[in-house]
Every structure is written in C-alpha cells, then in structure tokens.
C-alpha cells in the first residue's frame, strides 16, 4: 500500500520553462512534506519543505504547494535549468517523525 | 566537514550469507537512520538509532538489525541474504533535536545478492 505517489516516472523539460512535478498521499495522519533532489551515485539531497498548516512555500526557484483537501502538492521549479536534471523525491511524515515515506520518484530531464 | 560517508560502496553476497553496513554520521550528528532502495522505488525506512538505542523502525523482518556505537556511527546487519535483499542502502544522519530539514544522506552502499 503505497502512501506517497508520484505517477510520473519521468518528465522533460525545456531550460528556461517550469518544471512541475506533482505528488500524491493517501494518510491523512501526514502533516509534513519534503522534497529530495537525487543525483546518481549520490544520496538524495533536501530541497524544500512544507508544514501541513501552509499551502505554499517558497525558496528561490523552487516552490511547493501543499492541498490538504485533495492530498496532493506539487513541486515547481521556474526558470528550470539543465543542472536540475535529476531524481526528484517526494517524502511525507507526521508527528515530527523522522521516519519518512517516500515515493518512487520522477526523473526530470531539463534540455538545453 | 565530511558529510555523511558509508563503507563499502558496492558489495557482492550470496543468499543464505549475512552482511554489515557501515555508516559515519555528518559531524555533531548524533542520529542515524537507514533505509533500503530497492530498483525502481523510493527509499523505505528501517530503523533510527539514537544514543545507541534503535528509537523507531520500519516494516522490517528482524534479519535486519542494527548497531550504533559511542561516536555516533552506525551498523547495519541483515542475516540470512535474500535475493529480495538487493537494493541500495542508504544511511541519513540528524541532530537530536530532530529538524526534518537537517537531515542528510549518505551516497549508499549497492548491494547484489546473487
């Protein structure tokens, strides 16, 4: 039973546009989000996160939005560059656990 | 400041056998964390091991065991190998205080049971 979904494998992107990587959850317990970035042969890395009382966090060019009504946020990544290229990993919590549940990710591919 | 680090990069087992996995926490990290990888998935959390004690774990069998010693480093044990086991271990070290955000991972250790 898979409670942290990221339906889109893969998604390719032109440098310059936004990237949006979407990510659904099914336990209504989870109160915090986060976002990994992972490169090969590396361990994934914290991008940006999201408290359950927030619909939208900001840092840069990255921008989480958080539906409590529909479980789901999503990743925005604007203007979208070629290093961006990589792994990207949805995570969830609840409690200040950290123990996180992560989804299968989405490979993202910015194109010069 | 070295990051998280883990020993051995890859390593190579046949079922039935039994492996440990090391990991050295990010320095004034105290807590480690381990998750296994499996090809084509999201990373799926073991255990948490802090002051030496493991503090929570995951849907794990107890061929999974764990370690931590006074330094803050940590081992990861899984006995009798099964194919199934394959995957990519990674280990994430955080300060006590348990900030989500300070969380790191290391680069994980490939394991192939053939």
Same mark, same amino acid.
């Given at each position: 039973? =898979? =409670? ?5 494998? /893969? $998604?390719? *992107?032109?440098? #310059?546009?936004?990237?949006?990587? +979407?990510?659904? %959850? ?5 109160? %915090?989000?986060?976002? %990994?970035?992972?490169?090969? !042969?590396? #361990?994934?890395t914290f991008l940006i996160s999201i408290s359950s009382i927030k619909d939208k +966090? ?5 921008? *989480? ?8 946020? /999503? $990743? ?9 290229? !990589? *792994? %990207?990993?949805? !995570? !969830?919590?609840?409690? #200040?656990?950290?123990? $996180?549940?992560? #989804?299968?990710?989405?490979? $993202?591919?910015?194109?010069? | @400041? ?14 039935? &056998?039994?492996?440990?996995?090391r990991c050295s926490p990010k320095s004034g990290h105290d807590t480690v964390s ?9 990373? &799926? ?16 069998? @107890?061929?999974?065991?764990?370690h931590q010693f006074p330094n803050y480093s940590s081992e990861l044990n899984v ?5 199934? @086991? ?12 348990? @900030? ?15």
């Amino acid at each position: 039973d =898979q =409670q942290v979904k990221q339906n889109s494998p /893969s $998604l390719s *992107v032109q440098e #310059g546009r936004i990237s949006i990587l +979407n990510c659904d %959850y099914t336990n209504s317990m989870f109160d %915090y989000f986060l976002w %990994y970035k992972k490169y090969p !042969a590396e #361990g994934p890395t914290f991008l940006i996160s999201i408290s359950s009382i927030k619909d939208k +966090n900001e840092d840069g060019r990255f921008t *989480v939005f958080l539906n409590k009504s529909a479980k789901h946020l /999503s $990743l925005h990544i604007v203007p979208s560059q070629p290093g961006d290229s !990589a *792994v %990207y990993f949805c !995570a !969830a919590t609840q409690g #200040g656990s950290e123990k $996180l549940v992560f #989804g299968k990710g989405t490979k $993202l591919t910015v194109n010069p | @400041d070295a990051g998280v680090t883990q020993s051995p990069t890859h390593l190579i087992k046949t079922r039935g &056998q039994q492996v440990t996995l090391r990991c050295s926490p990010k320095s004034g990290h105290d807590t480690v964390s381990w998750y296994q990888q499996a090809l084509g998935q999201g990373p &799926q959390f073991i255990f948490q091991y802090y002051e030496e004690e493991e503090r929570q774990r995951g849907n794990f069998p @107890d061929r999974f065991s764990g370690h931590q010693f006074p330094n803050y480093s940590s081992e990861l044990n899984v006995n009798a190998l099964l194919l199934g @086991d394959s995957a990519l271990y990674l280990c994430a070290s955080s300060w006590g205080t348990g @900030d989500l955000n300070e969380q790191y991972f290391g680069p994980g250790t490939r394991l192939t049971v053939t």
